[in-house]
């Protein structure tokens, strides 16, 4: 009788492309932070007017990217928030860059193309996770509002 040792069997697992040859277990929670400049000194409730500027930070040890967006009630001013190179890292895969930050972002340009209305500027990000079935990784909004008066 031969005995058979299970231990000494390999076998290869063919080459389809989509074999995961590691794993990274991560539950890092995202970190956003956002403000708008002026009213750090006037107060969250004082009318704002002029140049505003928005102060944000975002970060996660897999961030794919983030994106800022502007609206006000009337949606008259409804669009994304533009920072190259900080803003969008859409498709990041460079384990290097894990954060983005800019302390004096200007929202408004040229100054006069924002109406006297109040405003939400909005924080948003993502990162490369999944959670076994699909992409799961949006964080956000973080939300600031404020009152513009021309």
Known sequence: MVKS????????IAGSGKTLNSAIVNNNSMF??????????AGLCTPIGGTVHAKYTV?????ASSSLHLNNNSYTV????LDPPFLTLTGNTNPFVD???NNN??????PNDMIKCTYSLKLYARARLH???????????VEQLFFYNV
Do not use: C
Not at 32 to 41: F, N, Q
Not at 105 to 110: G, S
């Open 105 to 110: 972002l200007q929202l408004n340009n040229p």
């Open 32 to 41: 956003m932070k956002l403000s708008i400049t002026e009213l750090e000194d």
């Open 5 to 12: 040792n299970p231990a000494n069997i390999f076998n290869v």
């Open 59 to 63: 970060y996660h040890p897999h961030l």
């Open 131 to 141: 959670n076994g079935d699909n992409a799961w990784s949006d964080s956000g909004p």
């Open 78 to 81: 409804n669009r994304d928030i």
């Open 99 to 101: 954060g983005n930050a």
